[in-house]
């Protein structure tokens, strides 16, 4: 009586939804681990490694932005220069004063030429000023030591080379006057009574410039030397000789 309740159970049962579920992912389990399983052929791995080679010189990395503009080029125009330095004193003078002194110049010119790209060469006429505090302090005590501005101007041309873009050099020549701003009698009583007169000077200086984006600036070093006639020793030879060293600051107009 079992045996017959079994089988017939057996008899009545119908396969469902679920059964036709598991039986597909079976099928497909079976299908995708065959397509697997299938090796490359010679034409597909060609293809592979011709795609592969076309993409090997793509960058993934965003696009770099546009250069800026080059600057406009440098141009001639009026030209104003202040320098910052010391000036020394060679001969007999220099053995009064003793120490090199703080000196001020200002320098307004105009480039009457100045070539355009691939021409390094420029000419500049020029007026100029400076001013020295010197001192009588290597030949008095301290209580007698008396300082004294010395003034100096005069005009002269600059001759410029740039070696590139932004570095180049100049050598230029002065001549003019100058004269110590002193009480009538000071000068003379140490033996320099032509100071206390308006002199005759004349020099030369040489520097480098170095170029800022800007095309209006410029920084410089710059050194140089004059002969001073009327800072002379009145009695006997000597050689009224200073020396000078600035820091520069140029504004192109």
């Given at each position: 009586?079992?045996?017959?309740?079994?089988?017939?159970?057996?008899?009545?049962?119908?396969?469902?939804?679920?059964?036709?579920?598991?039986?597909?992912?079976?099928?497909?389990?079976?299908?995708?681990?065959?397509?697997?399983?299938?090796?490359?052929?010679?034409?597909?791995?060609?293809?592979?490694?011709?795609?592969?080679?076309?993409?090997?010189?793509?960058?993934?990395?965003?696009?770099?932005?546009?250069?800026?503009?080059?600057?406009?080029?440098?141009?001639?125009?009026?030209?104003?220069?202040?320098?910052?330095?010391?000036?020394?004193?060679?001969?007999?003078?220099?053995?009064?004063?003793?120490?090199?002194?703080?000196w001020l110049e200002m320098q307004f010119g105009y480039e009457l030429f100045k070539c355009k790209e691939g021409c390094p060469f420029e000419i500049m006429v020029f007026g100029e000023g400076d001013l020295t505090y010197a001192d009588t302090g290597s030949s008095v005590g301290p209580a007698q030591n008396q300082a004294f501005p010395i003034i100096a101007f005069g005009g002269g041309?600059?001759?410029?080379?740039?070696?590139?873009?932004?570095?180049?050099?100049?050598?230029?020549?002065?001549?003019?006057?100058?004269?110590?701003?002193?009480?009538?009698?000071?000068?003379?009583?140490?033996?320099?009574?032509?100071?206390?007169?308006?002199?005759?000077?004349?020099?030369?200086?040489?520097?480098?410039?170095?170029?800022?984006?800007?095309?209006?600036?410029?920084?410089?070093?710059?050194?140089?030397?004059?002969?001073?006639?009327?800072?002379?020793?009145?009695?006997?030879?000597?050689?009224?000789?200073?020396?000078?060293?600035?820091?520069?600051?140029?504004?192109?107009?």
């Amino acid at each position: 009586m079992a045996f017959e309740v079994k089988r017939r159970y057996r008899a009545n049962v119908r396969p469902g939804p679920v059964g036709i579920v598991a039986f597909c992912m079976l099928l497909a389990r079976a299908t995708f681990a065959q397509d697997a399983q299938q090796p490359l052929t010679t034409e597909e791995a060609q293809a592979a490694i011709q795609a592969a080679d076309q993409k090997k010189d793509q960058s993934t990395l965003p696009e770099a932005p546009l250069e800026a503009p080059p600057p406009p080029p440098r141009k001639n125009g009026f030209v104003l220069e202040q320098s910052v330095g010391a000036v020394g004193y060679a001969g007999k003078f220099g053995g009064l004063v003793g120490h090199p002194t703080p000196w001020l110049e200002m320098q307004f010119g105009y480039e009457l030429f100045k070539c355009k790209e691939g021409c390094p060469f420029e000419i500049m006429v020029f007026g100029e000023g400076d001013l020295t505090y010197a001192d009588t302090g290597s030949s008095v005590g301290p209580a007698q030591n008396q300082a004294f501005p010395i003034i100096a101007f005069g005009g002269g041309v600059r001759f410029g080379f740039q070696f590139t873009r932004r570095f180049g050099m100049y050598v230029q020549g002065i001549a003019g006057g100058d004269v110590g701003y002193v009480q009538s009698g000071v000068l003379a009583n140490f033996g320099f009574p032509a100071l206390e007169s308006v002199g005759f000077q004349v020099g030369g200086r040489a520097g480098v410039e170095w170029f800022q984006v800007d095309r209006h600036l410029a920084l410089g070093l710059s050194g140089g030397a004059r002969y001073m006639l009327n800072m002379a020793y009145e009695i006997g030879g000597d050689l009224p000789l200073t020396w000078d060293a600035t820091v520069d600051l140029r504004y192109t107009f």
